[in-house]
């Protein structure tokens, strides 16, 4: 058996004999157990975006990383979404090219030791930024208010962006942890709400440098950026694969793998569409499911009604202005 065979029967494993079977007590409870994240850290998971020697996978094998991201989304979403986020950590430290990065925080991250969210939306999106960086001696002073900040209280790192007067942003590593100059509000959502998402505010809140992965400008990075739309488009994949699975064999099976081959084919000016697909696919599946399930589809916490939910949440989760555009032609033309 391959390397990258093991990683994905590893990942299944973990899915069918511990995510799904927790899945409806999670998506209840205020938080994903950290039994969850500590399995997958033990099984090497938190690697996955890293150099060989953290992972049995190549580092090139993105294939093998986006189905193993879609594996663990089929077991229990809620999980999948904080353990994501980790990953962007994990190739900004592998791919620094500033002093004492690597050497600081590639291995705790990829062994799970250490366990990121992202505060990236409000300087990355087109637009005027939402988080600023101002340079100041020894480092940089943060200002502005980063949504959608996921794993409050499960990471003790934020890998954050913000935009400097120049439009260039600045990556890097902050503690997760409130003080006078951060500070969080709770996100109520209705799915995934174990995610335990946040808003986070900056008040002049200082970076040093040595905190500081790199520099990029936002331009360049928006040509950039279309990449990691595939890893999103796996989440509403794995959505899609629990409603096939209890609903049983079905022409759902085939339409699943023809839109993960999509995916993995697309290249940057196709990939928009390719992830607007996956998100209606998880819609349709979950609504095949609701109605093969009957009445007890609208029972609270059971999977019917978890998935439902959860496939509305991915119509909007990561989006784009071209996602968008072509996920209202789909449900528009549906």
Not at 130 to 141: C, F, I, Q, S, T
Not at 194 to 217: M, W
Not at 313 to 333: M, N
Request: net charge negative; glycine share 6%.
């Amino acid at each position: 058996m391959s390397n990258s065979a093991k990683v994905l029967d590893r990942a299944e494993r973990i899915a069918e004999e511990v995510l799904f079977p927790a899945a409806e007590t999670v998506d209840a409870s205020d938080a994903v157990p950290t039994s969850h994240l500590d399995l997958l850290a033990a099984e090497g998971f938190y690697g996955v975006a890293g150099p060989p020697q953290f992972s049995e996978m190549s580092a090139e094998d993105t294939a093998t990383a986006a189905r193993v991201m879609e594996i663990v989304a089929s077991g229990c979403l809620t999980t999948s979404f904080v353990w994501a986020q980790h990953h962007s950590a994990v190739m900004a430290a592998t791919h620094s090219q500033r002093p004492g990065i690597a050497e600081e925080w590639l291995e705790p991250l990829c062994r799970g030791e250490r366990r990121a969210g992202l505060a990236i939306i409000a300087a990355t999106r087109p637009g005027p930024p939402a988080v600023r960086a101002e340079p100041v001696d020894g480092g940089w002073l943060l200002h502005g208010v980063a949504p959608w900040v996921t794993g409050w209280g499960l990471v003790d790192t934020l890998f954050t962006a913000a935009r400097d007067a120049s439009d260039t942003l600045v990556w890097s590593l902050l503690d997760a942890k409130e003080s006078d100059t951060l500070r969080v509000t709770p996100v109520d959502m209705v799915a995934v709400a174990a995610s335990r998402t946040v808003e986070v505010t900056f008040t002049g809140h200082f970076v040093p440098e040595r905190r500081v992965t790199g520099t990029v400008p936002h331009e360049v990075y928006l040509q950039r950026d279309p990449a990691t739309l595939r890893f999103n488009g796996s989440l509403p994949l794995g959505v899609a694969t629990r409603c096939a699975r209890l609903i049983g064999p079905s022409p759902l099976d085939a339409a699943i793998g023809d839109c993960r081959s999509t995916l993995d084919a697309a290249g940057p000016e196709q990939l928009p569409s390719a992830r607007a697909a996956a998100a209606a696919l998880a819609l349709r599946a979950a609504g095949l499911l609701a109605t093969t399930t009957g009445s007890a589809a609208v029972l609270r916490h059971r999977p019917a009604e978890r998935l439902m939910r959860e496939a509305m949440f991915l119509l909007v989760f990561g989006s784009r202005p071209a996602i968008r555009a072509d996920l209202l032609d789909r449900l528009h033309h549906a």
